[in-house]
């Protein structure tokens, strides 16, 4: 039966600071529970309601019991809270077929085991939360979760190349790479970069608002696309890997930790 269980519920509230994205047709922030226990989530939809009514925020909640149609209902998500441990594929596995296509969308796991928290940063999660869940732990997560959302959609940049001229989402350019004078943005949506005249310095302060850090004389990476750093190495969901320079190597360790919080 490919009919899987899925339940919408829908908490509406007036706009308000909080209210980030624009999603399709009501404008509500689109949250995706993945999680095979009734139980649990229940007392998520609960605390979702209950935030809803604090922040004075609008949401609209969707549950799925596994995570095989995630490539499906991601797509229509701001935010994923996923079971780890799930029938059929676990939510590590899951997520790591997700930022195969999917770096952006923040990941929250829920687990009864906290040694699966480490391996969350391997699929740019941002938080997890051991069950069972408290609310006070679930706030903190959701405030987290909307502080990263909301600078991920907000930002743009205007990029001026050759004869004409475009506005680029910060969530869209995976790094910024300088060749001389060139400036070559790696984004997402294009095959080939936006290449522009330039410094790398002048650049890092234009975006010094965005999650973006410098890891060496001549590369800019935006860290929501980083998939993992080991020594001075660091790999991109893209499939990039690049080292990390000496002299900027710590700041640049600093910058990523407060990033992942």
């Given amino acids: 039966d490919s009919a899987l269980p899925h339940r919408e ?9 909080y209210h980030v994205r624009q999603g399709e047709g009501d404008g509500m922030l689109r949250i995706l529970m993945v999680e095979d226990e009734p139980d649990a989530a229940d007392v998520l939809r609960g605390y979702f309601e209950r935030y809803c009514e604090e922040r004075d925020i609008e949401v609209a909640v969707s549950w799925d019991r596994d995570a095989l149609d995630l490539s499906r209902s991601s797509r229509l998500a701001d935010l994923i809270f996923m079971d780890i441990e799930l029938p059929l594929t676990n939510g590590m596995e899951a997520a790591t077929l997700l930022r195969v296509y999917d770096q952006e969308t923040p990941i929250v796991f829920v687990t009864n085991l906290a040694q699966y ?27 987290k979760a909307m502080r990263i959302i909301g600078r991920n959609q907000s930002a743009c940049l205007k990029l001026g190349a050759r004869d004409s001229l475009r506005m680029v989402p910060y969530s869209e350019i995976a790094y910024v790479q300088t060749s001389g004078h060139d400036v070559a943005f790696h984004c997402t949506d ?22 973006f850090v410098r890891i060496s004389g001549s590369i800019i990476v935006n860290m929501a696309f980083i998939r993992s750093v080991r020594g001075s190495e660091m790999r991109l969901y893209t499939g990039e890997s690049f080292e990390l320079s000496r002299n900027k190597r710590k700041a640049a360790l600093a910058v990523i930790n407060n990033y992942l919080g």
């Fill in 9 to 17: 519920r829908r908490a509406r509230k007036r706009r308000s600071p």
């Fill in 117 to 143: 928290a480490i391996r969350g940063y391997e699929v740019n999660a941002i938080d997890f939360i051991l069950k069972p869940i408290r609310y006070s732990d679930f706030r903190m997560r959701m405030d």
């Fill in 190 to 211: 294009s095959e080939e970069p936006i290449v522009t005249r330039g410094s790398l310095a002048q650049l890092e302060k234009q975006l010094s608002d965005g999650p």
